[in-house]
């Protein structure tokens, strides 16, 4: 079948489940409310779909809405958002059909990668030791870009797989008819449940939320792609067996203390814990299952001498076990030794720990290797490297507990902590320039005399979280926390401050050869990108931080932060920078013989890094995906990509395809010297004019009034959506203290959105004025960061609605600052005509589907956004009673959580 074909089948498909849950919806409503409210809520798309051919229509609907009343707003809001829901979920089971389409279109999914790079004449056993090492990590995030509260996530969740069931070859009318009934059912308890919550989460809350995906992907959906990797490379002579999986997952929440003060020790203790608990039942399930699978007998095969000894010796060690079993279990060995492994595993998740309890991942993974080893030899391969190997993939991922935990701090914080203890010691750190900073620092890292008096010292509580993670480390081992990430690091004192402190606890020990964490700069700014290999060549020059990365297996792990440095100097700037300091970390790298990983900080709309993440890899300069990639997963996008198992196997399994690929075929550059040295000519020129732009934008007086009176930036910390405070202080204003996700999304709500794409048509026209616009369409198609780069700008001017945002402008913002919106739309046009130039078409021309659904959801997306506008006013306004302000707040919140549902992203 053709791939468009295909793909015409599955647009149909969608639609015709959309249309289903869209009058599954309405019947809701007139459950609810009566047929009055349904009728309402028709009239209104009604006049919102012509708001996009004539103004008539936009005035019409502004009239219409205008002075509705807040019951009724709240009401509208509210059916508009479930049906943005309703219709997300719709999409994203039909995802999974797209990806298979592209499939056949000749994707990059897992299989196609190696039969690709084998056409390319690499050696398969390269291949197969290549996805052995890969190391893909996927970071999971508290940052609050998830409007949407668990409980109705859960329920989105279930209405998905009834989807999914409904399709299903052989389903009847009465079965499809007991699917509707449920969905019916959820979609009342959707309209029943507040979408809004009461309080603000505390981070313990917001790690059960992450750990509930990352313990359903865990059991279903990764086990799967890792079954499906094993046969790719058994099919070339390999397999994945080995000491490690491609695929683990890391996490912040718990751990991310940088500006926000509700992450403790205690709750970073805390946090591990959970993750533990939540790892040891996933690892006892897997065994209950193995056990009821594993029924051979010695009547039939034979065992190993190694397994027979362990049989024996569980007589002796596991006697209740063993009395328990002996008559369920007589003569099948493998479930008689699965009865002693879970209840060890019992054991090691009870409070304290048994007598029994494993000590470690390693202790199981030797008794399940004895299995394997026994069936491999007994004519049981099929077995061991089947279900069997499924348990043993699942520990290599997540051990004992869950998820790697990553600690962030900022970089002040430590400088002030070694201020105190040094004031003890009679030197004056605070007053100390960097390179004398650095110099006291270096020395003392490879010294051991304690800073820190005998009876301790608090030192702003940063020795307090050394000692927790110290005592974590000892309590579960030295894989539940691998990264002590350094914000806002602009220089090597930064990094070897942490160092020092660790070293105050023994997590850093030099002369004895100990190195329990790694520190990990994170460059942000524009100007710490620049100096990024600067930086890092004298970091490592510092002998005692040198031997510490020695004792680390010689890798060093380095953060870019995508979200504010293009806060600080715009989309085309901060992509530029980021991947000129790429190219600095592979020289470094290089240089030193040291493996540097990169950890990409990216969020999930374009303006703060995000889009497809199989382009994005593949966009790297040659030489830095040298089979590891670490990647945050935030906000709604870990919802978006992980919420489905089979969504999960199909965008790990391209991203996985996408790390062999540069690992194995990306390690010198795809062209010669003379081409990129043209294009990066080009580049720098139109870096430099976007930023101009950008910041003649951004620097002009009254900027900030704009942004704040345009947009309900003001308005989002109402939303209670994460524990971090939008804010770096407490006593902050503007949008330098700003944090980049309330930045991009008070943007994104008034559909201006120019986090990405604002001075990308300056840059382009500054590029023909050079005369240099016959090399723009040989970089989009042969420089993939371009073409990358030039595809996320493509779907964020999509996404922009300048129509919508005029309404914005023009009853929320004075008059004096309405020349902020001109140049917005100038440079809009602007960046429009030349990116469509560019690409040959009009915007997403090449995604039909896509483009038509978009268009559809904006039909739905107008209203809420009217009504935001009209509810800011009167929530700025502050006229009427308390009461009143509490319902216009309420519905003015969700409208906020409306558009974001509709967007699809939020920040």
Not at 368 to 393: F, Y
Not at 395 to 403: K, P
Not at 503 to 518: F, M, N, W, Y
Not at 592 to 609: C, D, K, L, Y
Request: aromatic fraction near 6%.
């Amino acid at each position: 079948m053709a791939s468009a074909d295909y793909l015409d089948q599955i647009d149909s498909a969608l639609r015709n489940d959309i249309r289903r849950l869209g009058n599954q919806l309405g019947d809701a409503l007139i459950r609810q409310h009566g047929p009055d409210l349904l009728e309402r809520v028709e009239q209104v798309r009604a006049v919102a779909r012509g708001l996009r051919r004539d103004e008539e229509s936009g005035a019409a609907l502004s009239e219409l809405l205008d002075d509705v009343d807040v019951v009724e707003a709240i009401h509208l809001v509210r059916a508009f958002t479930v049906y943005f829901h309703l219709a997300n979920t719709a999409e994203q089971v039909h995802r999974v059909e797209d990806l298979k389409a592209e499939g056949l279109a000749g994707s990059l999914r897992f299989a196609d990668t190696v039969a690709k790079l084998q056409e390319l004449g690499i050696d398969p056993a390269e291949i197969v030791a290549a996805t052995r090492g890969a190391d893909l990590r996927p970071v999971f995030t508290a940052h609050p870009t998830e409007a949407s509260r668990r409980s109705i996530l859960d329920k989105l969740t279930e209405i998905a797989v009834l989807i999914e069931r409904r399709s299903e070859i052989g389903r009847g009318p009465a079965d499809q008819n007991r699917i509707d009934r449920r969905i019916d059912e959820l979609i009342d308890a959707i309209w029943q449940t507040d979408e809004l919550r009461r309080e603000r989460p505390d981070p313990v809350d917001e790690a059960r939320s992450i750990l509930y995906f990352l313990t359903e992907i865990a059991a279903d959906g990764v086990p799967e792609l890792f079954d499906d990797v094993d046969a790719v490379l058994r099919n070339i002579g390999g397999s994945l067996d080995g000491p490690q999986v491609p695929v683990r997952f890391g996490s912040w929440v718990g751990g991310d203390r940088d500006g926000n003060p509700n992450v403790t020790p205690e709750t970073t203790l805390e946090v591990l814990n959970i993750q533990r608990g939540r790892a040891l039942r996933l690892l006892v399930t897997e065994v209950e299952d193995l056990s009821s699978e594993l029924s051979v007998s010695t009547a039939v095969t034979a065992i190993t001498p190694e397994l027979q000894a362990q049989i024996e010796a569980d007589r002796d060690d596991f006697p209740d076990v063993v009395s328990r079993f002996s008559k369920l279990s007589a003569g099948e060995p493998y479930r008689q030794r699965c009865s002693v492994i879970h209840q060890r595993l019992l054991e090691a998740a009870a409070q304290p720990p048994g007598p029994r309890a494993y000590g470690s991942p390693a202790d199981l993974e030797a008794d399940l290797a004895v299995m394997a080893r026994s069936l491999e030899v007994n004519e049981g391969s099929l077995m061991a490297s089947g279900r069997l190997a499924r348990v043993r993939r699942i520990l290599a991922m997540i051990g004992f507990h869950l998820a790697t935990l990553d600690i962030r701090e900022n970089a002040t914080v430590h400088h002030e902590a070694l201020g105190e203890l040094f004031a003890e010691l009679g030197t004056d750190y605070g007053f100390l320039s960097r390179p004398d900073r650095t110099a006291l620092l270096a020395a003392e890292l490879e010294s051991r005399r304690p800073l820190a008096p005998p009876a301790g010292s608090s030192a702003h509580g940063s020795l307090a979280l050394f000692a927790a993670l110290r005592l974590a480390l000892d309590r579960h081992g030295d894989s539940v926390i691998e990264s002590y990430i350094v914000s806002m690091t602009q220089g090597v004192d930064d990094v070897l401050a942490p160092a020092v402190l660790a070293r105050e606890v023994g997590l850093v020990d030099i002369p004895g050869g100990i190195a329990r964490i790694g520190f990990v700069p994170l460059f942000e700014t524009i100007d710490d990108l620049r100096r990024i290999g600067p930086m890092l060549r004298e970091l490592l020059a510092v002998s005692g931080y040198r031997r510490l990365v020695q004792h680390r297996g010689d890798k060093q792990e380095v953060m870019v932060g995508y979200s504010d440095s293009n806060k600080d100097g715009g989309i085309t700037t901060s992509q530029w920078e980021i991947h000129k300091a790429l190219r600095e970390i592979a020289e470094v790298s290089a240089e030193t013989g040291i493996q540097v990983v990169v950890f990409h900080g990216r969020g999930g709309t374009v303006g703060r890094g995000g889009g497809p993440t199989n382009a994005a890899i593949l966009s790297q300069p040659a030489g830095v995906v040298a089979g590891a990639m670490k990647i945050t997963e935030q906000g709604e996008v870990i919802a978006d990509k992980y919420g489905l198992p089979r969504l999960a196997q199909r965008n790990l399994d391209l991203a996985l395809s996408a790390v062999l690929e540069a690992t194995v075929a990306h390690q010198s550059p795809r062209h010669g010297h003379g081409g990129i040295d043209a294009w990066n000519e080009v580049m720098e020129l139109m870096s430099a004019r976007a930023y101009e732009a950008y910041r003649g934008l951004l620097d002009t007086p009254g900027f900030v009034e704009y942004f704040q009176t345009s947009t309900p930036v003001e308005e989002l910390a109402a939303m209670n959506i994460g524990s971090r405070p939008g804010r770096r202080s407490a006593s902050g204003v503007g949008i330098d203290d700003l944090r980049a996700i309330p930045w991009v999304f008070g943007w994104t709500q008034s559909r201006q959105i120019i986090p990405g794409w604002f001075g990308v048509g300056t840059a382009l026209a500054a590029v023909g004025e050079a005369g240099y616009e016959e090399l723009l369409p040989t970089m989009y198609e042969g420089w993939q960061f371009f073409r990358t780069f030039v595809s996320n700008v493509e779907m964020t001017l999509v996404k922009t609605d300048l129509a919508i945002a005029g309404h914005y402008v023009s009853r929320l913002v004075a008059p004096e600052l309405h020349h902020f919106f001109n140049t917005i739309v100038e440079e809009h046009d602007l960046t429009v005509a030349h990116i469509g130039k560019l690409t040959g078409g009009d915007l997403l021309g090449d995604l039909p589907v896509l483009k038509r659904t978009l268009a559809v959801r904006d039909a739905y997306l107008d209203p809420i956004s009217v009504l935001q506008v009209e509810l800011l006013a009167r929530s700025r306004a502050a006229s009427g009673s308390q009461d009143d302000f509490r319902r216009i707040q309420r519905a003015l919140l969700l409208t906020i959580n409306g558009v974001a549902a509709g967007l699809r992203n939020t920040g």
